[in-house]
């Protein structure tokens, strides 16, 4: 469903994502595993054409983003909480978004139902705590009913019933048969929720395996093996801390804030 | 996957220019920042016309230029707008649900213009035709009110009302290039207002393009500018045509530009 070929992103000096290629299935849950700054972010924005790649491609279904005849109905994506006008309600956001897609305005009340926001759904999104801000962004990446779904740390920000009600979601979502890509730095958060991962460290790619063939390298501990991953790459270990902190650094930019 | 409803739509297709301006549609409408704005805007120029007109002496004067003066004013709001229907998507962060639903983006641009366009004109028209009317009945000293029958006054009501909408596009073009509020409203400031202030004392001939002696000037006179015989110490304004061209041609470079390094940068 997604292929990214070779994908690198350059921001300034920093090398965000460093020759990133992997592929999607359907019908699975692939966590999109690394520490802050490790490029993860970066990757979705490529997916999504927000960014261009400097080198290498990405496309969904065959095809990059922007050539997608109904985005909204081919990938859904919760990129950050905070994709939305303050000043807007969240029927509203929704119903502009729905427009754009050519999707009913019914779908609307449905979505808002989902994630549980019928109550708040006229008041303006401005006011949103965090949580429910994260469950305005799911029903925004459900509205088309689409086959993809990416969703970057969905669970910051989320109480524990919260977590646990996105992880049954991402499990239920691929278990229709989608394609869901799920970002996260809890590696503990990966092992409750992904059938397969992706691992990287400083924008490349460390691993692509499934969660239990990762964890029996390191007798059954998923963190011990991610971190015995993460340490096979000189690149992200890196001698110095100094070093990983530009690393972090490298998927922001100046005054923009993005995680 | 659960069927859906889908609306105005064949699967086989894409979305299109118009899905994309209905998005814009209800975005723009559905921010109370946009509707305060307008009404303050309006009322304002209409405010100033009955002001210009309740204390107007002279009846040999342009009448109706005296109550179109509002506008100009209120073209710092339009511009204004305009520069925050687009930074607004970049500090909000709403630019990445828009471009999620339309990511073709010069196609996204010009249907934000063309809505925001299309209600910037309702608005300065509205604008224009009110404040006529309200400035003519707010004159006292026996003077008639002018109509709309009268040579030129019809143009000149009309132009005057295309200054919201083009000075408000001239502020969105600016605002897709520079993304920064701030910096692209002192840009419009600065562009629009002071930039009038110095242009006569470096190039008298610059002087007739500024955009507000333009609306001021060019499209809400309905006589020619009352200035000795072409003498040099004269300025020259545009004619109110070729007023109304060049706001087009800014308000075109601005969104070109606009649209160019949209459709290349990072969002």
Same mark, same amino acid.
């Given at each position: 469903m997604i292929e990214a070929s070779g994908l690198t992103k350059r921001y300034g000096a920093t090398? *965000?994502?460093?020759?990133l290629s992997f592929g999607l299935r359907p019908g699975a849950v692939t966590g999109f595993l690394?520490?802050?700054?490790?490029g993860k972010s970066t990757t979705m924005r490529l997916i999504m054409g927000l960014d261009y790649p400097d080198t290498g491609t990405v496309t969904v279904g065959g095809r990059p983003y922007r050539r997608l005849r109904w985005p909204l109905s081919e990938v859904g994506a919760?990129?950050?909480?905070? *994709?939305?006008?303050?000043?807007?309600s969240a029927r509203s956001h929704l119903l502009a978004l729905a427009a754009a897609g050519g999707i009913a305005r019914s779908r609307v009340g449905e979505v808002l139902g989902m994630v549980g926001l019928e109550a708040v759904a006229g008041k303006r999104a401005g006011t949103f705590s965090l949580g429910m801000a994260q469950r305005l962004g799911i029903a925004a990446a459900l509205l088309g009913d689409p086959g993809v779904l990416l969703f970057d740390e969905p669970v910051n920000g989320l109480d524990p019933e919260g977590v646990r009600w996105a992880r049954t979601l991402m499990r239920s979502l691929a278990a229709e048969g989608r394609s869901v890509f799920v970002s996260s730095h809890l590696i503990t958060e990966m092992a409750l929720t992904a059938d397969r991962l992706i691992v990287i460290g400083r924008g490349r790619l460390l691993a692509d395996t499934t969660v239990a063939e990762l964890a029996a390298r390191a007798g059954g501990s998923l963190e011990d093996a991610f971190f015995s991953v993460a340490g096979e790459s000189a690149e992200f270990r890196a001698g110095d801390p100094q070093e990983f902190r530009a690393g972090e650094r490298g998927v922001r930019r100046p005054g923009r804030g993005r995680s | 996957m659960s069927a859906l409803v889908r609306e105005g739509r064949a699967d086989a297709g894409h979305y299109r220019f118009r899905h994309a301006a209905r998005m814009e549609w209800i975005k723009l409408r559905s921010l109370r920042s946009t509707w305060w704005t307008l009404a303050i805007t309006v009322t304002g120029a209409v405010a100033i016309g009955v002001t210009v007109g309740v204390n107007t002496r002279n009846a040999a004067g342009d009448l109706t230029n005296n109550a179109l003066a509002g506008m100009v004013p209120g073209l710092l709001l339009a511009g204004v707008l305009g520069v925050l229907t687009m930074t607004g998507e970049y500090t909000s962060g709403m630019i990445r649900a828009t471009l999620a639903a339309a990511p073709r983006r010069p196609g996204l641009l010009a249907a934000k213009a063309a809505v925001f366009g299309a209600v910037m004109l309702a608005a300065g028209e509205i604008a224009t035709f009110v404040s006529f009317f309200a400035g003519g009945l707010a004159l006292r000293h026996g003077i008639g009110a002018p109509s709309l029958?009268?040579?030129g006054v019809l143009r000149a009501v009309i132009l005057s009302g295309t200054s919201f909408c083009l000075v408000g596009l001239l502020g969105l073009g600016l605002g897709a290039i520079i993304r920064h509020t701030a910096v692209a409203v002192t840009v419009l400031v600065g562009g629009v207002y002071v930039a009038a202030q110095f242009a006569g004392l470096i190039?008298?001939?610059?002087?007739?393009?500024?955009p507000i002696l333009i609306v001021a000037?060019?499209?809400?006179?309905?006589?020619?500018?009352?200035?000795?015989?072409?003498?040099?110490g004269c300025p020259h304004f545009l004619s109110p045509w070729a007023g109304l061209a060049v706001l087009c041609l800014y308000a075109a470079v601005a969104l070109a530009a606009g649209g160019w390094v949209f459709a290349r940068r990072d969002a």
């Open positions: 090398l *965000a994502v460093d020759g690394g520490p802050n700054g490790s919760l990129l950050e909480a905070k *994709a939305f006008h303050p000043g807007r | 029958g009268q040579p190039a008298r001939a610059a002087f007739g393009y500024m000037n060019s499209l809400s006179t309905t006589k020619p500018e009352p200035c000795g015989n072409g003498a040099a």
